[in-house]
C-alpha cells in the first residue's frame, strides 16, 4: 500500500506561481511512476504531469512550459511547480503513484493504482 498526502494548493492571481508537494509513504517509492491529474468543477479528471523513477518527465500540452514535475526520492515527494498561471488552471490537484515503474499510458488515470485527497488550486482572474 502506499499512501500520498498532497500540499501547497491555494488561491493566486493569474501569472503567479504555487508548488505543490505530494509526499508518499508505505513501501518504496524511488522506482515509482507518479503523476498529477487535476479535476475542474464539472469536468473530468484530466492528466497534467508524469515522471518516472529515472525522472522523464511527460506534460499535458495545455501545460507544457508553465509547469515543471520533479521528485526527490530521498524524501519520497514528488513536486509540481506551476507557474503563469491562468484561471483555467483552477482545479482540485491530485498526486497518483502506479505500482508499476512503467510508463505506458501515463495519461490515463485508470493506469494508476494509488491516489491522495486532492488539494484545491484556484486562480483568479
Known amino acids: 500500500q502506499v499512501q500520498l498526502v498532497e500540499s501547497g494548493g491555494g488561491l493566486v492571481q493569474a501569472g503567479g506561481s504555487l508548488r505543490l508537494s505530494c509526499a508518499a509513504s508505505?513501501?518504496?517509492?524511488?522506482?515509482?511512476?507518479m503523476g498529477w491529474f487535476r479535476q475542474a468543477p464539472g469536468k473530468e479528471r484530466e492528466f497534467v504531469a508524469a515522471?518516472?523513477?529515472?525522472?522523464?518527465?511527460y506534460y499535458a500540452d495545455s501545460v507544457k512550459g508553465r509547469f515543471t514535475i520533479s521528485r526527490d526520492n530521498a524524501k519520497n515527494t514528488v513536486y509540481l511547480q506551476m507557474n503563469s498561471l491562468k484561471p483555467e488552471d483552477t482545479a482540485v490537484y491530485y498526486c497518483?503513484?502506479?505500482?508499476?515503474?512503467?510508463?505506458?499510458?501515463?495519461?490515463?488515470?485508470?493506469?494508476?493504482?494509488?491516489w491522495g485527497q486532492g488539494t484545491q488550486v484556484t486562480v483568479s482572474s
Open positions: 497518483a503513484a502506479r505500482d508499476s515503474s512503467l510508463s505506458g499510458s501515463y495519461y490515463s488515470s485508470s493506469r494508476y493504482d494509488y
Open positions: 508505505g513501501r518504496t517509492f524511488s522506482r515509482q511512476f
Open positions: 515522471i518516472s523513477w529515472t525522472s522523464s518527465t
